[in-house]
């Protein structure tokens, strides 16, 4: 009996997910990609999770991290002694303040929130200086990941997330 499409799609996210862990695991330093919003869920769930020092987040809405898995993901973080850093980008009375990502932390002395006016039209993540995800097509979710990129991660972290970090008030 052949597998549903249903079936197929559940069975290749698992493959994601693994290939995703190992690359991980080895530190590996070749890009990869993905596709849409699930792989882009269990990217970031990844990358979020296995933070000892630092995550650092620009995006407009966290409408992705608002996702069972990605907030345990946080908790994680948060208990290995990770400090999360967000950067909002966007209006402050268009941000959906019942994110559970968001609410979360929120609540933790971890975690520093603050926002910044429209201006970066990117979203990114980056953790302990060494892997980050790179978005700029907000209706897919395709996007670029990397966990052994210190390079580009130092760019992102200095040029792009400190300038404007440093630059907006506490949420």
Known sequence: MSKSAEEL???SLKLYKET??????????EPFKNKNEDHAKI?????????????????STLSLYDDTTIIDS???????????KILLDGEKDKINLH???LTLCKES????VRITPNKLKAHI?????????????????????NFNDPH?????????????YSQQPAF
């Open 9 to 11: 799609y559940r069975d």
């Open 99 to 101: 994110n559970k990502f």
């Open 125 to 145: 993540t980056t953790r302990d200086g060494l892997a980050h995800r790179y978005c700029n097509d907000f209706t897919q979710h395709k996007a670029i990941a």
């Open 152 to 164: 580009l991660v130092e760019i992102a972290e200095t040029q792009v997330f400190g300038d404007y």
């Open 74 to 84: 946080l908790k994680s973080a948060i208990n290995n002694g990770a400090k999360i």
């Open 43 to 59: 990217l970031l769930s990844q990358i979020i999770k296995k933070a000892k020092v630092s995550v650092n987040i620009i995006s």
């Open 109 to 112: 002395e971890s975690c520093e």
């Open 20 to 29: 995703v862990e190992l690359s991980d695991s080895l530190q590996d330093s």
